[in-house]
Nanobody, 126 residues
Framework: VQLVESGGGLVQAGGSLRLSCTASGFPRGFSFSSYSMGWFRQAPGKEREFAAAVIWSGTRSSTGDSVKGRFSISRDNAKGTVFLQMNNLKPEDTAVYYC????????????????WGQGTQVTVSS
């Protein structure tokens, strides 16, 4: 499974960005809706941190404590894409954001993906 992120960039504090991740290359018998999807982030010198995840249908999701109330995750199964809407961005949100996929369509906490994208840089200026 290949995951390709897009939508990163430079934004001022208080602004918004929407990241997208498109998936392809599913094994025979599987499709995008077979997977839970999520986002992680990693800032320089820090460990990778969970941001958000959503089950296959989009009807249940969760977000990390540091982004709760500001970030939301959604998916479009017809387009094979998962989104991360980021509002009220802060300089501490600066990180590389990674899309991830879990073969369990109803992921168990903690979200433990099998597949990873290459990441997209988000930089928030103060």
């Amino acid at each position: 499974v290949q995951l390709v992120e897009s939508g990163g960039g430079l934004v001022q504090a208080g602004g918004s960005l929407r990241l997208s991740c498109t998936a392809s290359g599913f094994p025979r018998g599987f499709s995008f809706s077979s997977y839970s999807m999520g986002w992680f982030r990693q800032a320089p010198g820090k460990e990778r941190e969970f941001a958000a995840a959503v089950i296959w249908s989009g009807t249940r999701s969760s977000t990390g404590d540091s982004v709760k109330g500001r970030f939301s995750i959604s998916r479009d199964n017809a387009k094979g894409t998962v989104f991360l809407q980021m509002n009220n961005l802060k300089p501490e949100d600066t990180a590389v954001y990674y899309c991830a996929g879990d073969r369990n369509p109803y992921y168990e906490k903690p979200f433990s993906p099998t597949y990873w994208g290459q990441g997209t840089q988000v930089t928030v200026s103060s």
